[in-house]
């Protein structure tokens, strides 16, 4: 008997008759729910397979996000599709045997297939979703797979360690089983050497008291150190058993191991849904970090909305886990339409098979209305993750606008200033090569000045885009106020770290750096030496424009160089000049210094005139640069480069760049006007010029680098003849201790050392002293002898018969010392040479005679103390450096040492400020005592030693202080000048 299938596309009917008519099975699917639909269908032929709807070409936008809910349905929705259609080819061919079908009713019937197929496509769409979500819960079970493996590797490296323990225990034990023998042995020969020590106090009455090495003390030493080994080995035994406990309860701590990473995945399932939409929320919204503080209450808004999405998305993964459920039960299913298809070939000549069918689809019924409450279920959880998914999205998107009105007006605080020296050098650029006005790249200026956020957004969105449009871009936004800081022009000959011969480089990156970070416009101008560490400039490039400036009766033409050091915009100058004045492969030194550096200083003159600046301060170096005050006011100030006020600073009195008068001709500078006795006449032979003369003369203000060196310059030795030219302009001069670049002096983030540490834990310091013993060679088996560091030019300046004094007298008190520094001086360094050539092997004594970055940072870090013995020094930053990195100074109280490092046993000094050991007379008698000191404290106390390296730590010797000292120097000299400008 042949069954007929009728159904009905518009609510989702499907009814199945048999010969006479009688309904046998009627399965009802409400169109508006969108459910699973499952037919009995006497058709034996398999489900036709169905392609994706990317594979097959259909867009994947098809499918509307209201139908989400249908993504797990979809196999079984195509499946009983596919059924039903297969049913109507059924019907048909039943029908054409019993009677013929209308044309109308065929027609009816193509426009229902029609739409069933339309139906599956759909389904399809949503099919390849369903498969894409599959793809990230395996990538995710991936992730989650490696971090088991990296939890393995752990308990790997745990047993390793066990083992290694295990080895050092008995490597202890077998010493301290030579350590008994020896100690019997040394119990045999005590009384003997108690009488040979006896006789030796007849003989030389106490001064076997005085010598921090005696017998009696030896073997005092090595009875602490064995007992100090069985305490080890009994902690080592502590040790080993607390692994091994460890072990035992990380082996039976697996099971918990797993139920955790099941517990840890599903959270992280609904974090990194939630962090996809914070990603692209913070790319829109753009450092909300630096806003923390002023948007406080908003975030708790965030935080609310979070604590709603945790929740949602545990709902969601309730929805999974009934999905997965319902996986089940469908699988059920799938086996019970397998029994009903074999119970539908025997039917017909069986009605007990024909009751078990009935039975079957009652089942089937009681089955889809589970699934069917199922999905309502999950709809459910997904509506409501999908609202907290909306509402979080939409609170975000008030917080971006808010963040974005509040962040239109203030400055950007999150970009490094070397993003802004970028582009500031990309303005000046080009108003150089003249593709803007000189007035617009001032007001362009103004805006990297006040870091404003237009001019950082538009140079991020055009970096992608052409020059002009570039420029086009920049010029719609010249709307602005007065920046409310100053503009600062550093003009030198050296700096740190990319031209550094001394102080000088530190200075003028340091201070440039503190006043950068005030809100001030910092430029510096340097020579494009050959010998450069070009390595540490970023974005060096040339600007295509030549300047061209006067020198010896012509005009000679400049390469003008840009690029960023330390976050500074960096001008470098290069001479087109025969003589290649800067190509030498050395920064000083040359027998036409003189020459070298006027030529640069008009040059840096005649580059800020021609690039249209303005600047509030001039601020020049040494003698190099002192050429700039004089050139300024006799040159170029009535050329129009006349917004500055001259700062001057001398580093060092003794090198005052003298030459014959008639060498200022070169530059431009009438030689007799200028070699005038209140001018640039050298005190000392009238027929010559003093450079740092002129800048004392012809700047607005002149400082030095420390109080004490500023008094100590105003006496004849001092000021090497120049203490009369600042008495008369003592107004103007003031000393300004120097600070250090603390970022880069760090030692809790020091790349150049084996272990960073701090002063809170310095364990991290023992361990670079006994890494610098192992890398020189030294001894290692006393960790408690106190190592002397030394790092200096070798100088007679620096008191170079005191540092090979404190050698010698280092090694007699038991110490060990290091010396890292070379001499310009041929005979100082042959000396020294000889001396290392006699340490060469030595257990306590290494002399590295050349200069090394990395080294001189391990020294810093491993040294107890540091010898400093200057007969003069300006300012020293040797000091400041070492007690940065816990190394006690042992410093001449002199210049700017005498104004840093204050004795620890001096009582009119308050106990705060004691940091170190001084003496007054540069010989060394004065040495020894302070050095006898220091190393009697490190020895004899070393809780008290501890707690002065801690202070001396914590002591702030950052350029902050200092700057702040330039910066109200700067504004008074401006105000000073342009209330006499308005008077």
Not at 263 to 283: G, N, P, V, Y
Not at 660 to 677: F, I, V
Not at 705 to 731: C, D, F
């Amino acid at each position: 008997m042949a069954s007929k299938l009728r159904t009905c596309f518009v609510c989702w009917n499907l009814s199945a008759f048999n010969s006479n008519g009688n309904r046998i099975v009627r399965v009802s699917f409400p169109a508006s729910c969108k459910m699973r639909h499952r037919t009995l269908s006497s058709s034996q032929n398999r489900r036709p397979q169905i392609k994706p709807s990317a594979e097959r070409g259909l867009p994947q936008n098809q499918v509307e996000e209201g139908d989400t809910e249908v993504l797990s349905n979809n196999e079984d929705f195509v499946e009983s599709s596919n059924d039903t259609a297969a049913a109507l080819a059924t019907n048909i061919n039943g029908a054409e045997q019993a009677e013929q079908l209308s044309s109308r009713q065929l027609e009816d019937l193509l426009g229902m297939i029609r739409n069933a197929e339309k139906n599956i496509l759909l389904l399809n769409q949503a099919r390849v979703r369903a498969l894409e979500d599959l793809e990230k819960i395996l990538t995710e079970k991936e992730a989650l797979q490696g971090e088991i493996n990296v939890l393995e590797m752990r308990l790997a490296e745990t047993d390793a360690r066990i083992k290694v323990a295990t080895q050092e225990k008995i490597h202890v034990e077998l010493l301290e089983g030579q350590l008994e023998k020896l100690r019997n042995e040394l119990a045999q020969k005590e009384s003997t050497e108690g009488k040979y020590v006896e006789s030796l106090d007849l003989q030389n009455g106490d001064s076997s008291d005085a010598n921090p090495l005696s017998n009696k003390d030896s073997i005092h030493s090595l009875t602490e150190e064995l007992n100090s080994l069985r305490a080890e080995n009994a902690y080592l035994k502590k040790a080993i058993e607390s692994f091994k406990t460890q072990i035992i309860d990380v082996k039976n701590n697996d099971e918990r191991l797993v139920v955790l990473e099941k517990e840890r995945s599903s959270l992280e399932s609904a974090l990194k849904d939630l962090q996809s939409k914070l990603s692209i929320s913070q790319d829109d919204v753009s450092k909300l970090s630096s806003l923390t503080d002023e948007c406080k209450d908003l975030w708790d808004k965030v935080e609310n909305l979070q604590s709603l999405l945790d929740k949602a998305t545990k709902q969601a993964d309730q929805a999974i886990i009934v999905l997965q459920q319902n996986q089940d039960l469908r699988k059920k299913v799938d086996k019970l339409e397998a029994s009903l298809e074999e119970a539908n070939i025997y039917k017909l000549s069986s009605d007990k098979l024909q009751n078990y069918n009935e039975l079957m689809q009652q089942k089937i019924k009681l089955l889809e209305d589970r699934l069917q409450k199922s999905d309502e279920e999950i709809n459910s959880y997904v509506q409501l993750y999908q609202q907290s998914v909306k509402e979080f999205q939409d609170t975000l998107a008030t917080l971006k606008e808010e963040s974005k009105k509040r962040k239109v007006d203030e400055p950007v605080e999150d970009m490094p200033w070397e993003f802004w020296s970028q582009l500031l050098l990309l303005i000046d650029g080009w108003a150089i090569e003249k593709k803007i006005s000189v007035d617009d790249a001032s007001l362009l200026r103004e805006k990297v000045w006040r870091r404003d956020r237009r001019i950082s957004d538009t140079y991020m969105a055009c970096k992608k885009q052409s020059e002009d449009e570039t420029i086009s871009a920049f010029l719609r936004l010249l709307s602005s106020k007065t920046s409310p800081g100053l503009h600062v022009i550093h003009i030198a000959a050296e700096m740190a770290p990319v031209a550094k011969v001394g102080g000088l480089g530190d200075v003028v990156s340091g201070l440039g750096k503190a006043l950068q970070k005030k809100g001030h416009l910092v430029e510096i101008v340097l020579p494009k030496y050959d010998c450069m560490q070009y390595d540490r400039v970023h974005d060096l490039r040339e600007l295509d424009v030549l300047i061209s400036s006067y020198f010896d009766r012509q005009l000679y033409k400049s390469k003008i160089w840009i690029g960023t050091v330390e976050g500074l915009p960096v001008y470098f100058i290069e001479p087109y000049h025969p003589d290649k004045f800067f190509w030498r492969g050395k920064f000083y030194g040359e027998h036409d210094d003189f020459r070298r550096f006027t030529f640069f200083s008009r040059a840096a003159l005649e580059f800020l005139l021609q690039a249209g600046k303005k600047p509030d301060i001039i601020h020049c170096h040494d003698w190099q640069t002192a050429f700039i005050a004089p050139l300024y006011w006799d040159i170029y100030a009535p050329k129009g480069l006349n917004s500055a006020r001259i700062c001057f600073t001398c580093h060092n009195f003794e090198y005052q760049g003298t030459a014959a008068a008639s060498e200022l001709e070169s530059c431009g500078l009438d030689s007799h006007q200028q070699n005038r006795h209140d001018r640039m006449q050298d005190n000392s032979s009238h027929e010559r010029v003093n450079s740092v003369k002129g800048g004392i003369v012809f700047s607005n203000i002149v400082t030095t680098v420390s109080p004490t060196y500023a008094q100590e310059v105003r006496t004849p030795e001092g000021g090497h003849g120049l203490h009369s030219i600042l008495a008369t302009h003592t107004k103007k001069f003031i000393g300004i201790l120097n600070g250090i670049d603390t970022d880069a002096w760090n030692p809790s983030t020091d790349a150049f050392l084996p272990v960073q540490y701090s002063a809170t834990d310095l364990q991290g310091k023992t361990e670079n002293k006994q890494a610098l013993r192992r890398n020189l060679g030294l001894s290692s088996a006393d960790v408690r002898r106190p190592l002397v560091g030394c790092i200096t030019r070798l100088v007679p300046q620096k008191g170079v018969h005191l540092i090979r004094h404190a050698i010698f007298l280092t090694l007699e008190l038991g110490g060990q010392f290091v010396l890292l520094g070379s001499s310009p001086v041929p005979h100082i360094q042959k000396e020294f040479e000889g001396i290392a050539n006699s340490f060469q092997n030595h257990d306590n004594v290494r002399l590295i005679l050349k200069y090394d970055e990395s080294l001189s940072h391990a020294i810093y870090a491993a040294s107890d103390m540091f010898i400093i013995p200057s007969i003069f020094e300006p300012c020293g930053l040797t000091q400041m450096i070492s007690m940065r990195y816990g190394g006690i100074p042992i410093a001449r109280k002199t210049g700017g040492l005498n104004d840093s490092v204050f004795d620890v046993d001096d009582d009119t000094i308050p106990s705060q400020f004691r940091n170190g050991f001084t003496f007054v007379n540069a010989d060394e008698q004065g040495l020894s005592d302070a050095l006898v000191r220091a190393l009697n404290l490190f020895k004899n106390n070393p809780e008290s030693w501890k707690q002065l390296v801690q202070k001396v730590m914590n002591i702030d010797f950052s350029w902050e202080s200092s700057s702040a000292q330039y910066e109200d120097l700067y504004i008074k000299s401006v105000t000073r000048a342009r209330a006499a400008k308005r008077a």
